[in-house]
């Protein structure tokens, strides 16, 4: 993902140029909720493409003699990131299902972006850890899904701004605000 700093200076936004229906950070409030949703299945997909980059490098990649592949720790991690995986595609399949039938909320999208962006966290960092040194080459993508998901991490919000906001589902009350939110 390409990051650009840009700096604004005295600039007017005409009112036919603005956000239509947007009077408020509600309103914006919605926009982060269904970008959260997409945040999630942005983090499952660098997990699973780390995943699939880790086992294609562990059945090709020979030490003493036999792939990789065939050590008991290298198919602990294959088989605990395929679980962590395969827990995500439940949650991203049911996000879409809830948002198909216009039933999801912004803290069912908090919990799957928070799920998914700490799952996929440490799976890219298993997957960087079974590549060995090959896992910092950017030719072996690992190293770039590993800045990618860093920056995912930080899109709409962090685990700890997730976690307020279900947080604030939960128990009625808002931990950012100390009010009982308005929506």
């Known amino acids: 993902m390409w990051q650009a700093e840009l700096t604004l200076t005295d600039v007017r936004v005409p009112a036919e140029n603005r956000l239509a229906n947007c009077h408020s950070f509600t309103d914006v409030s919605r926009v982060l909720d269904r970008t ?17 980059l880790a086992l294609a490098h562990a059945l090709r ?4 003699g036999q792939p990789i592949a065939g050590f008991q720790l290298v198919q602990d991690k294959l088989a605990r990131m395929l679980a962590e995986i395969t827990s995500m595609q439940l949650m991203c399949w049911r996000l879409s299902t809830l948002a198909d039938a216009g039933r999801m909320t912004a803290a069912i999208a908090s919990v799957a972006k928070m799920n998914h962006a700490a799952k996929a ?11 060995g040194g090959d896992g910092i080459l950017l030719g072996n993508h690992v190293a770039r899904h590993h800045a990618d998901m860093e ?8 685990d700890s701004v997730q976690a307020l906001i ?4 939960i128990t009625g009350l808002s931990a950012i605000s100390g009010r009982k939110p308005a929506r």
Do not use: N, P
């Not at 966290?121 to 590549?131: C, G, M, N, Q």
């Not at 920056?151 to 962090?158: L, M, N, Q, S, V």
């Open 61 to 64: 990649r020979e030490q003493f």
């Open 36 to 52: 959260r949703y997409t945040v999630a299945w942005r983090a499952l997909g660098l997990a699973t493409a780390s995943y699939e």
């Open 166 to 169: 279900v947080g604030r589902e």
């Open 121 to 131: 966290r440490a799976i890219v960092a298993d997957a960087r850890d079974i590549l």
């Open 151 to 158: 920056a995912i991490f930080t899109f709409e919000g962090t």
